[in-house]
């Protein structure tokens, strides 16, 4: 082993550690600084482990202001850590050169992405705890948009069929689909590969080996790109129509969240967050008529509501479409049958549901 090498594997994960250390004040700073270096250690002393940060931050270093220190020390440590990375790349074969620039390439660029869309969410939602409470942040527009006509409420008939369904018990037709889905599930997945060497499921197959590359791209683009679009509506509906979260608040909701994690502990557990909070909460509920109405009124043109509705869903679909095709490319072929026969009862389910909806 070289001396080079030696040297790359001790200063890379001390680089990484570094890097770490100063990106979290580093990002506290950006959401909200500090007035001195003073509130700034009470703050670092706050969070439960900053403690230790508060301790190893040296006083020499009290020069500026506490942003522009932990800046300096977060953006050598990524210097140094694309100085390393440079030198891998340089090292590595010619066949592997592109793959390794691109690897290298996707992670800063995801980190980078990831750091700064904390930032900006931070500073909108601090924002947001700014404004006064509102019980309902909604403009006249969206009132009348939202109070368009809906199909009436569906009820069915009391059958002895649902009337088991609705007791619990679901009666033998309850059971029985209850074990017979997942055996036929597994029945397609395993006659899916029985028939892998068979004529058409093979070049099926080999269609999507052969493109495989390029396949995964474009499910890949459709799936990233609809998880950004539905999560955009999210946070549109939570910086448009959103109230703040005072600290009990969150951590009431953390508390919920990790109580349903751990159901066996109950209420005797208490969970509290050392450290500053910041959160806003907002609700929102469409039925598929009322989206049916707003279409075909063009209210997705003129309204915000019906905009963000027709984001938030559109880009939920992408987002499940492009992880079914990602799977559909890298599955075997009986997972591959599966999938497709999953999607395409899932579209005409809900294309004959979309059609339906509203008809009185």
């Known amino acids: 082993m070289s001396q080079e090498l030696i040297f790359i594997l001790i200063a890379l994960p001390i680089l990484s550690l570094v890097m770490v250390w100063a990106m979290i004040p580093f990002t506290m700073e950006l959401i909200e600084p500090s007035r001195d270096f003073r509130q700034h250690r009470r703050r670092l002393r706050k969070f439960g482990g900053g403690g230790l940060t508060e301790q190893l931050l040296p006083r020499f270093l009290e020069v500026g202001t506490p942003a522009r220190v932990?800046?300096?020390?977060?953006?050598?440590?990524?210097?140094?850590?694309?100085?390393?990375?440079?030198?891998?790349?340089?090292?590595?074969?010619?066949?592997?050169?592109?793959?390794?620039?691109?690897?290298?390439?996707?992670?800063?660029?995801?980190?980078?992405?990831?750091?700064?869309?904390?930032v900006v969410i931070g500073r909108a939602l601090k924002r947001l705890n700014a404004r006064p409470r509102q019980t309902d942040a909604a403009s006249p527009a969206e009132k009348r948009a939202a109070e368009q006509p809906?199909?009436?409420?569906?009820?069915?008939?009391?059958?002895?069929?649902?009337?088991?369904?609705?007791?619990?018990?679901?009666?033998?037709?309850?059971?029985?689909?209850?074990?017979?889905?997942?055996?036929?599930?597994?029945?397609?997945?395993?006659?899916?590969?029985?028939?892998?060497?068979?004529?058409?499921?093979?070049?099926?197959?080999?269609?999507?080996?052969?493109r495989q590359t390029l396949l995964l791209g474009v499910?890949?683009?459709?799936?990233?790109?609809?998880?950004?679009?539905?999560?955009?509506?999210?946070?549109?509906?939570?910086?448009?129509?959103?109230?703040?979260?005072?600290?009990?608040?969150?951590?009431?909701?953390?508390?919920?969240?990790?109580l349903d994690q751990n159901s066996r502990i109950g209420g005797a557990a208490r969970y509290r967050i050392s450290g500053e909070t910041v959160g806003a909460q907002a609700e929102d509920a469409w039925s598929m008529a009322e989206m049916k109405n707003a279409w075909n009124a063009g209210l997705w043109r003129s309204v915000p509501l019906w905009r963000r509705r027709f984001l938030t869903t559109a880009g939920a679909l992408a987002a499940m479409c492009g992880a079914a095709g990602l799977v559909i490319v890298l599955a075997p072929p009986g997972v591959k049958l599966l999938v497709v026969g999953c999607v395409a009862y899932a579209t005409v389910r809900t294309v004959a549901a979309f059609r339906r909806a509203g008809r009185s």
């Not at 689909?177 to 997945?189: D, F, N, Q, R, T």
């Not at 006659?191 to 052969?210: E, K, M, S, T, Y």
């Not at 509906?237 to 959103?242: H, I, K, L, P």
Request: hydrophobic share 55%; glycine share 10%; no cysteine.
């Open 70 to 118: 932990w800046g300096a020390l977060y953006v050598l440590t990524w210097f140094g850590l694309l100085v390393i990375f440079g030198e891998l790349i340089s090292g590595s074969a010619p066949a592997d050169l592109t793959n390794n620039v691109l690897v290298v390439t996707l992670i800063v660029g995801a980190w980078w992405t990831v750091q700064i869309t904390v």
């Open 150 to 210: 809906t199909e009436p409420e569906l009820t069915m008939p009391a059958t002895a069929a649902n009337s088991a369904d609705a007791s619990g018990s679901g009666g033998w037709f309850g059971s029985a689909w209850g074990w017979l889905v997942p055996v036929a599930l597994v029945a397609v997945v395993v006659l899916g590969n029985g028939l892998a060497d068979q004529h058409p499921i093979r070049d099926v197959d080999d269609f999507f080996h052969q």
């Open 219 to 258: 499910t890949i683009t459709i799936a990233v790109t609809g998880f950004i679009a539905f999560m955009g509506g999210i946070m549109w509906m939570v910086f448009a129509r959103g109230s703040p979260m005072s600290r009990e608040d969150v951590e009431h909701q953390h508390e919920q969240m990790m």
